[in-house]
């Protein structure tokens, strides 16, 4: 083999092996495994699901639309609404929050809210999940579901 080409595949194979020891994007979180469980657990076009790090607040990770994330529905537990960006506030309580109601007058949809901490020895999470629809989960099967999609994806 010519000594050009030989320098140019030692050159890309040490480019592929440093590549592989890179920083996963979103600070070691794993993405594509996110998807993936929370999808088989609770997924549906309505679904947000936000996990960010516990001190701080800072977002590494969502699940659905923006839109499902930032629509105001039904606080269920409190007056008013809220939406999934602004329940990421309630999830650093001991016990977490689990609620759900009707979201219309004709009590035909409902809207399942769940906010906690995630269980992890890796990582210091916390996470707020909304569904809204004819088939919303309630709260506390939300919750259920995405403790099981979490440990899958290996948080």
């Not at 990421?88 to 906010?115: F, I």
Request: with cysteine.
């Amino acid at each position: 083999m010519n000594r050009r080409i030989r320098i140019a595949v030692s050159l890309f194979a040490c480019t592929v092996l440093l590549g592989g020891c890179a920083k996963p994007p979103g600070g070691g979180i794993p993405h594509d495994a996110l998807d993936s469980a929370i999808g088989a657990a609770i997924g549906d076009p309505s679904t947000c699901v936000i996990l960010a790090e516990r001190v701080g607040g800072k977002r590494v990770y969502q699940y659905g639309e923006d839109f499902n994330c930032t629509r105001p529905l039904a606080a269920c537990d409190r007056p008013g609404t809220l939406t999934g960006k602004g329940a990421l506030a309630l999830a650093d309580t001991p016990e977490g929050r689990e609620a759900s109601c009707p979201s219309n007058p004709a009590a035909t949809r409902s809207v399942g809210w769940a906010e906690g901490r995630v269980v992890s020895t890796r990582r210091d999470l916390v996470f707020s999940a909304v569904m809204e629809g004819d088939r919303a989960l309630p709260g506390r099967e939300i919750a259920a579901r995405l403790a099981d999609a979490f440990s899958q994806a290996g948080l």
